[in-house]
């Protein structure tokens, strides 16, 4: 098998390569997949530029995120040629990951793949996008509907933000897009947004409690943005924070939440059940336009998913990475 393999040497000098490795080696595991398609998440970057202790465990197959086919199974849900995707559960951190032709997977994390998207679109949308969708059934769930007013979307070139602008956008929410990236305005109104804001407006120490404007809010970039979001959150609306690109510090006040009865609303991918994860990715397939999904697409072959997730956490990509694997 062809993988993207992590390794640290008895010095702790650290490689990040593309190899040929016995599949032997694969974890215990009652689902075999041929990998098609793959994807670099920001998790992904960290530990692939090893710019965060993300791998727990040595040498390391990387990759959260999987989509192909299944060539054996011994779980009952699943049977050659089945087409599932695998978010998540500790892959490319505790067990190999699928940035790999080959992968030996638990039943019970995957999910059967909608009819209605290929491999590549499932890794278009990966963790971030499925990530995304969670934060959008989390609004939605607290009564966030599309009239309520301004919905904030921060980080809004990276993967969630971008899927999260697309759907909500699309679902006829009016959505504020905040970015650094002022090249990315005509990419982000392509998305939907009504309105680009710099992020640097969101970015420093700011009042505990700041004029009202936001109905809801999308953050995935936490610290002082998250609390500066939550400081202009209207009186009841809801922050879905879902990530850390800033730090993961809460630098902020309680003033917000007793005073304006604002919701803080935490949204995890990795260990989500089962049953939510099939009911994001139904509704992904139903409501994210292709056309849009794939706006968002840089394809790279494995061979360049180092030098692309470099690229990654360098700020240098909007939108997501597809891997193409197989």
């Not at 998790?43 to 530029?49: E, F, H, N, R």
């Not at 993300?54 to 197959?61: E, F, L």
């Not at 997977?105 to 009819?115: A, E, I, T, Y």
């Not at 959150?233 to 510090?249: E, F, M, P, S």
Request: net charge neutral.
């Amino acid at each position: 098998m062809r993988a993207l393999m992590l390794e640290k040497n008895g010095e702790g000098v650290f490689r990040a390569s593309v190899q040929d490795i016995d599949a032997a080696g694969l974890p215990d595991g009652d689902v075999e997949v041929a990998i098609e398609y793959s994807t670099l998440n920001y998790k992904d970057g960290l530990a692939i530029t090893q710019k965060a202790p993300v791998v727990r465990t040595w040498p390391m197959v990387a990759g959260i995120d999987g989509a192909g086919v299944v060539t054996s199974s011994r779980h009952p849900g699943f049977r050659p040629g089945d087409r599932v995707v695998h978010n998540g559960w500790g892959l490319g951190e505790t067990r190999w990951g699928c940035l790999s032709t080959q992968a030996r997977l638990q039943g019970d994390w995957l999910v059967k793949l909608p009819s209605a998207l290929s491999s590549r679109q499932a890794m278009a949308i990966g963790t971030a996008g499925y990530t995304a969708m969670l934060c959008v059934m989390a609004l939605q769930e607290r009564g966030v509907q599309a009239n309520a007013g301004e919905v904030l979307v921060t980080g809004a070139t990276g993967g969630v933000g971008s899927v999260a602008l697309a759907l909500l956008a699309r679902a006829g929410y009016r959505v504020v897009a905040a970015t650094g990236k002022a090249q990315e305005h005509e990419y982000l109104h392509a998305l939907g947004a009504a309105e680009v804001i710099d992020r640097a407006a969101l970015a420093s120490p700011g009042k505990p409690l700041q004029k009202e404007r936001w109905a809801a809010v999308v953050d995935a970039v936490g610290s002082h943005t998250l609390v500066n979001a939550l400081a202009q959150t209207r009186y009841g609306g809801v922050v879905a924070a879902c990530g850390l690109a800033q730090g993961g510090d809460l630098p902020g006040s309680v003033m917000p939440f007793i005073l304006r009865g604002v919701s803080l609303v935490g949204v995890d991918s990795v260990m989500a059940p089962l049953a939510k994860r099939e009911v994001a990715w139904a509704r992904l397939a139903e409501e994210l336009d292709p056309a849009l999904l794939e706006r968002m697409v840089t394809e790279v072959t494995l061979d360049g998913a180092v030098e692309a997730a470099h690229r990654l956490m360098a700020g240098q990509v909007r939108g997501r990475v597809v891997v193409r694997v197989a």
